[in-house]
């Protein structure tokens, strides 16, 4: 069994910061891209940010130049770095990983998601 846990989320005033943390624990023989997705209220969840094992990255446009992900392998931990943020970055966050279960001999790949952090900014 894999899990993830989130943590960082809460209330921020339009143009602060915060930062999410996820780590993954668990029978982990490697994990692949971690990523952040959100899911606003009335809407579809959508990708944030995402970050392969070797450290390339991929981000929403809604967000490019605001926030950072970034990846502490060792630790299996994903990080957001959201600043500049806006009414519209509310939501709850979810952490995903690929993550590789098993053995060497006898594997599987699958995704996992956490239970989700809200980010709600307001003032």
């Known amino acids: 069994q894999v899990q993830l846990v989130e943590s960082g989320g809460g209330l921020v005033q339009p143009g602060g910061s915060l930062r999410l943390s996820c780590a993954a624990s668990?029978?982990?023989?490697?994990?692949?891209?971690m990523g952040w997705y959100r899911q606003a209220p009335g809407k579809e969840r959508e990708l944030v940010a995402a970050?392969?094992?070797?450290?390339?990255?991929n981000y929403a446009d809604s967000i490019k130049g605001r926030f950072t992900i970034s990846r502490d392998n060792a630790k299996n931990t994903v990080y957001l770095q959201m600043n500049s943020l806006k009414p519209e970055d509310t939501a709850v966050y979810y952490c995903n990983a690929n993550v590789k279960t098993g053995s060497f001999v006898r594997w599987s790949v699958q995704d996992y998601w956490g239970k989700g952090t809200l980010v709600t900014v307001s003032s």
């Open positions: 668990g029978s982990i023989l490697s994990v692949n891209d």
């Open positions: 970050c392969t094992s070797g450290g390339t990255t």
